[in-house]
């Protein structure tokens, strides 16, 4: 097993040359082992503008911010203030979506979980005021429920800006203030912004978007999504060290570096615990606990979460056994490579487990009846229509809707090949990735019920 200095030193070394091969801008990263930290940075940060990435430059952290909105809420359930298994209408009057029943029985456990059953993929912006996430919770009351409650797992943008609006109302202040007072202070972060308005006071990180097939990436025409989705990861931006000072947190059963108790005694390992499990996805985690994403793999779990925003992807993992955390923040290109290529050495290195490898599409792919897979199906931000053709071929359309095609989302058309059971997979790699695609349910008449991509869209007219 290597020393952190050794790893540092190989990182150090490669990533310059690691983001020109997979074509990111600028990249940084943090390591923690041993309770030390190592950090470092690599391109730029804007080719716009030509400035240098460095180690305190600031990167949107995406999704991971969830685990921020789930930590947040695990803190007053230590203080007593939210019973898990309590319907979220007990705080929440006001919460409601298309299913009235589904409604009066979704369970704040579920929302930290992934399995409240309501579609998620709900990006609406109701404006930058300190009542945007108040405002969001009006936005759900048509949208559908996919499956009963606790049923399965699917990834859920909207419950976590429930969560959001949880935490406000039961501490009386914004999402934003709740971060800074509650996680920023106790854990004496430095360089994190809850807005884009402190996040300018940094080195900050413009996300990089392709503008064609094969083109490079560019800067992306704005830099942040809508406020009013900032729970689960519109806004948050930090440089990699802070982030680790949050893994580090979870890594020593709640307590801050300087031993300040941020989460009660056995919180944090309550979070990390396996709770669902989910379709072999490939590039997802195996389970999910209380916000964490988790990788189960013989050698020894790895957990964490993973983040994209416009232009900005952002990856962390946690090795718990081995005290080992890993953060890498990107600007665009083939970010999921370059992950596996950095996260992964360092892995493998410092601990005695390993990320799983990536999926891969068999070099000689079977033809198959699909008719149990053909069809649309549809969710509020996009359409996948599955047909086959004459030769047997299987294809895959994805229709943007809403605000992803106002963002400039395009039609894609893709081709799928079988990969395992009720699963198919791409044959052509999308930013590093080949993303199985799980069928799961029966719609009563032979077909798949849903298309599982890490949330469950539902056979339109099913």
């Not at 405002?135 to 759900?140: D, E, H, I, P």
């Not at 020894?300 to 090795?319: L, N």
């Amino acid at each position: 097993m290597s020393s952190l200095r050794d790893v540092e030193a190989r990182i150090a070394e490669q990533l310059p040359g690691l983001i020109e091969k997979h074509q990111v801008p600028g990249a940084a990263y943090a390591i923690l082992a041993g309770g030390e930290v190592v950090d470092g940075a690599a391109g730029v940060l804007n080719r716009a503008t030509g400035v240098e990435a460095t180690a305190d430059s600031v990167f949107q952290i995406g999704s991971i911010t969830k685990l921020w909105t789930a930590t947040l809420v695990m803190q007053l359930v230590d203080e007593g203030k939210i019973d898990l298994e309590a319907p979220v209408r007990s705080y929440l009057p006001e919460f409601e979506i298309g299913d009235k029943d589904a409604a009066a029985a979704i369970t704040v456990h579920q929302l930290l979980n992934h399995t409240a059953g309501f579609e998620g993929d709900i990006f609406t912006d109701t404006g930058v005021g300190d009542d945007c996430v108040e405002k969001y919770l009006g936005v759900l009351h048509d949208v559908p429920q996919l499956f009963p409650p606790g049923e399965r797992f699917s990834y859920n943008n909207a419950g976590f800006v429930v969560l959001g609006r949880l935490v406000e109302v039961l501490r009386g202040k914004t999402y934003d203030d709740c971060l800074r007072e509650h996680l920023f202070a106790p854990l004496g972060l430095t360089h994190a912004a809850a807005s884009v308005y402190e996040a300018i006071t940094f080195r900050a990180a413009m996300g990089h978007i392709p503008t064609g097939p094969d083109a490079p990436a560019d800067p992306a025409p704005i830099w942040a999504m809508a406020r009013s989705n900032s729970p689960a990861g519109s806004m948050l931006a930090m440089r990699p060290r802070d982030l680790l000072a949050f893994a580090r947190m979870h890594l020593e059963d709640g307590k801050a570096a300087d031993g300040t108790q941020v989460l009660a005694p056995g919180t944090a390992a309550r979070m990390q615990a396996r709770e669902v499990d989910l379709p072999y996805l490939g590039i997802m985690g195996t389970s999910w606990g209380l916000g964490f994403e988790r990788f189960d793999v013989p050698e020894g779990d790895v957990i964490g979460h993973d983040g994209s925003t416009i232009g900005q992807y952002a990856f962390m993992r946690m090795v718990p056994e081995a005290g080992v955390a890993v953060a890498l923040l990107t600007n665009g290109g083939d970010a999921m490579s370059l992950y596996h290529e950095v996260i992964g050495q360092v892995i493998e290195q410092l601990t005695d487990t390993a990320l799983p490898a990536l999926p891969i599409p068999p070099a000689d792919p079977e033809r198959i009846d699909a008719s149990r897979y053909v069809g649309t199906y549809s969710a509020d931000v996009m359409d996948l229509v599955v047909t086959q053709d004459d030769d047997g071929r299987i294809w895959i359309e994805t229709i943007p809707k809403g605000e992803i095609a106002e963002m400039g989302a395009q039609r894609e058309t893709s081709e799928l090949v079988p990969f395992g059971e009720d699963s198919l997979i791409p044959i052509e790699a999308d930013r590093g990735m080949h993303l199985p695609h799980a069928f799961v349910g029966d719609d009563g008449e032979g077909h798949a019920l849903y298309l599982h991509v890490g949330r469950a869209i539902r056979r339109a007219g099913a």
